[in-house]
T-cell receptor, first 116, second 114 residues
Framework: DAGVTQSPTHLIKTRGQQVTLRCSPK?????VSWYQQALGQGPQFIFQ???????QRGNFPDRFSGHQFPNYSSELNVNALLLGDSALYLC???????????????FGPGTRLTVL | AQSVTQPDIHITVSEGASLELRCNYS??????LFWYVQSPGQGLQLLLK??????LVQGIKGFEAEFKRSQSSFNLRKPSVHWSDAAEYFC????????????FGAGTTVTVRA
């Protein structure tokens, strides 16, 4: 049973460029969340996608956008990269429950983005 | 808004000794609580979770955690650590409704000495 997969593993970009990160959820999961983990910090919630729509968003600028496909995989796009966007980007998948609250999230290995 | 505090930035423990990592949360209602472990350069692995019921939760790798509502705590314990337990540990909180995100603490780095 494949877990959450992310690509690429590492990425180096320069300021002002755009980047796309990809995530495939764990088999049977329908919800994808994205987190940013700066060095030495805990992960910070960016947004969550469910039924191909952004269901909740954290405190991140509009430069951060996403998409979810019919097969539940997801992309995170970041435009106009800043040095401060350098971080480990984590994707987490879950199975949406009926309670409307937080479901158990399973994380992928992450994509290490370096902005020069 | 919920918040999570992990008071200990770094803990060093001898192999075979017991380990306890502290986690305090701030939230108006009963939260969902999680502990994750992260090895260097890796993603997060779920150790255990608490949603309801028995306040002592067993997880993988011999870890357990106890939810104490009166103290707003969810401390992680292991009776005897192994060198492979050296990693960073994150406590996270979720909610019962209308909020789908996990809020994480800043993490505790565990070093295991021989």
């Amino acid at each position: 049973d494949a877990g959450v997969t992310q690509s690429p593993t590492h990425l180096i970009k320069t300021r002002g460029q755009q980047v796309t990160l990809r995530c495939s959820p764990k088999s049977g999961h329908d919800t994808v969340s994205w987190y940013q983990q700066a060095l030495g910090q805990g992960p910070q919630f960016i947004f969550q996608y469910y039924e191909e729509e952004e269901r909740q968003r954290g405190n991140f600028p509009d430069r951060f956008s996403g998409h979810q496909f019919p097969n539940y995989s997801s992309e995170l796009n970041v435009n106009a990269l800043l040095l401060g966007d350098s971080a480990l980007y984590l994707c987490a998948s879950s199975l949406a429950g009926g309670s409307g609250g937080t479901d158990t999230q399973y994380f992928g290995p992450g994509t290490r983005l370096t902005v020069l | 808004a919920q918040s999570v505090t992990q008071p200990d930035i770094h803990i060093t423990v001898s192999e075979g000794a017991s380990l306890e990592l502290r986690c305090n949360y701030s939230y108006g209602a009963t939260p969902y609580l999680f502990w994750y472990v992260q090895s260097p350069g890796q993603g997060l692995q779920l150790l255990l979770k608490y949603f309801s019921g028995d306040t002592l939760v067993q997880g993988i790798k011999g870890f357990e955690a106890e939810f104490k509502r009166s103290q707003s705590s969810f401390n992680l314990r292991k009776p005897s650590v192994h060198w492979s337990d050296a990693a960073e540990y994150f406590c996270a909180v979720g909610t019962l409704s209308n909020d789908y995100k996990l809020s994480f603490g800043a993490g505790t780095t565990v070093t295991v000495r021989a």
